[in-house]
């Protein structure tokens, strides 16, 4: 099908209105013909998957999403509480049917790293029919990270992390601690500090996280589509990345006897043109 819009070398930009959630910017790029909806990590934006020029973008036509708190996507009139709480899980098909009624009903792929994962295996949950491709990079959702679950869900942990965005120094000495046990390498702990050095970026960390918790793929559902579709996967993981490992995930992986699975000389930071290189090379 057709899709409108195209431009191949020139990034352009546009917006979902998605009813009850907000304005949804999205970036695309690639000179590829297949349309992907990709959905970026934590302090990154929809142009994040640029950097893939050579594997990924060649074949593609990237529809990169904005995460709300990121970028130019706008939350609608959500109360402080209202994030809180989560936006629910339908809401992630509400990205979907805007997108077609935009660019018509018609088959697509995702593409998720790391937080990102988890709205790509969601719309593989609900679009599993019309789905060609699925690539994750460093992924969530495929494993329940307890960190999160501990900072979101249990009492102690959401008063701790209300604390820490309040704190000029809780994160940073939080941060310094988890690089000095190992548990983030240091081109994370970097990244990560950037996103903390501010009390705007540090609620936008809270709201992020809490905004997204709901969003909880069904592992053993998707798989069983996976396989009932012959939707082609491919799985990306860092050998050397804390966060998300690849076996974390194998439960997940066992069930898709069909997958190509990868693991890296890499942390998590794993969207680099190192991993563009890595890509192009299996393809020859």
Request: hydrophobic fraction near 40%; charge should be positive.
């Amino acid at each position: 099908m057709h899709i409108k819009g195209v431009i191949l070398n020139i990034a352009v930009m546009g917006f979902l209105d998605i009813p009850g959630l907000g304005r949804a910017h999205y970036h695309q790029y690639g000179t590829g013909s297949k349309p992907l909806l990709a959905f970026h990590g934590y302090g990154m934006t929809g142009r994040q998957f640029h950097v893939l020029e050579k594997s990924v973008l060649t074949a593609y036509h990237v529809y990169g999403f904005d995460h709300f708190f990121h970028g130019e996507s706008k939350l609608g009139d959500w109360t402080g509480q209202q994030i809180i709480e989560g936006m629910p899980k339908p809401m992630v098909k509400a990205y979907m049917e805007e997108w077609f009624k935009q660019y018509g009903r018609q088959r697509f792929s995702v593409m998720g790293y790391s937080i990102g994962a988890n709205v790509a295996l969601i719309l593989v949950e609900e679009y599993a029919d019309l789905i060609d491709d699925m690539i994750l990079m460093a992924p969530d959702g495929l494993s329940v990270y307890k960190g999160f679950q501990f900072l979101t869900y249990q009492p102690i942990g959401k008063y701790l992390f209300k604390r820490v965005t309040k704190s000029k120094w809780l994160a940073p000495a939080l941060l310094k601690n988890l690089k000095k046990v190992n548990f983030i390498d240091e081109s994370l702990y970097h990244i990560a500090y950037n996103e903390i050095d501010t009390e705007q970026k540090r609620q936008d960390v809270y709201y992020t996280l809490n905004l997204i918790r709901l969003l909880k793929p069904d592992t053993t559902k998707i798989a069983q589509l996976i396989n009932r579709y012959h939707i082609k996967c491919r799985l990306i993981f860092g050998r050397h990345d804390n966060l998300f490992p690849m076996k974390a995930a194998m439960p997940f992986i066992d069930k898709l006897p069909h997958a190509e699975v990868h693991e890296v000389d890499m942390g998590h930071w794993l969207v680099t043109k190192q991993l563009d290189e890595y890509l192009v090379n299996l393809q020859q």
